[in-house]
């Protein structure tokens, strides 16, 4: 079955230290995306990618890095300069990033507490 | 600037009635898709509909129907004959970045 897949379900960070959340897809999307999701604020975007190799900044992406070496791989870095971490986040693809091709594809996100 | 504003919160309705989730927008482009988007209790986004903006007729799916309204900058969802299964947060989309705070829709037995 063709979908997105998040892991871990939950991630769990120790002040100062970095966590990787994985975001798979295997649509043959060439858009990917990662949105923030806090109580009562909807969903913000942190960071977008297009194509291979190229991303762009969102509106929260301090403290946060990603990397899209592969087509099918967006990865999401939460450093220790985000201080406030804890949140649901959401992965999502779409085929591109204009037109009907916006529709977007979520996964089933991974929600991220600070111990 | 681009944003959607989802004004209801928190929505309670007795299954069967119908129930209207409202959505209003604001862009300057000319040419912009919008987006519903269901999240139950599970987390995942599952996408509803896609709208043109230069399509303003208004669609139905079984029991959804969506009015689009360019004038009043507005993209309202209906559910007819609400289920239990309709209990879910629903948010409006603009382009693929902008997202509304949701309206968290509960539909009581």
């Known amino acids: 079955d063709g979908g997105i897949t998040q892991s871990p379900k939950y991630l769990f960070r120790k002040e100062g230290q970095n966590v990787t959340l994985s975001c798979e897809q295997n649509l043959n999307h060439d858009a990917m995306y990662w949105y923030r999701q806090d109580p009562g604020q909807g969903l913000r975007l942190i960071y977008y990618s297009q194509i291979v190799n190229d991303f762009q900044k969102g509106d929260i992406a301090e403290g946060y890095s990603v990397s899209r070496e592969k087509k099918e791989s967006f990865p999401l870095t939460v450093t220790s300069a985000q201080k406030n971490p804890t949140a649901f986040y959401l992965c999502a693809s779409s085929k591109g990033t204009s037109g009907d091709q916006e529709t977007q594809y979520f996964g089933p996100g991974t929600r991220l507490l600070v111990l | 600037a681009q944003k959607v504003t989802q004004a209801q919160t928190e929505i309670s309705v007795v299954e069967k009635e119908d129930v209207t989730l409202d959505c209003v927008y604001e862009t300057r482009d000319t040419t912009y898709y919008l987006f519903w988007y269901k999240q139950p209790p599970s987390g995942e986004l599952v996408f509803l509909i896609r709208?043109?903006?230069?399509?303003?007729q208004n669609e139905i799916s079984g029991r959804y129907s969506w009015n689009f309204q360019k004038s009043t900058s507005s993209f309202n969802f209906t559910i007819t004959a609400s289920q239990v299964v309709d209990s879910a947060v629903y948010f409006c989309?603009?382009?693929?970045?902008?997202f509304g705070t949701g309206t968290s829709l509960t539909v009581i037995p």
């Open positions: 709208r043109n903006s230069f399509d303003e």
């Open positions: 989309a603009l382009i693929q970045f902008y």
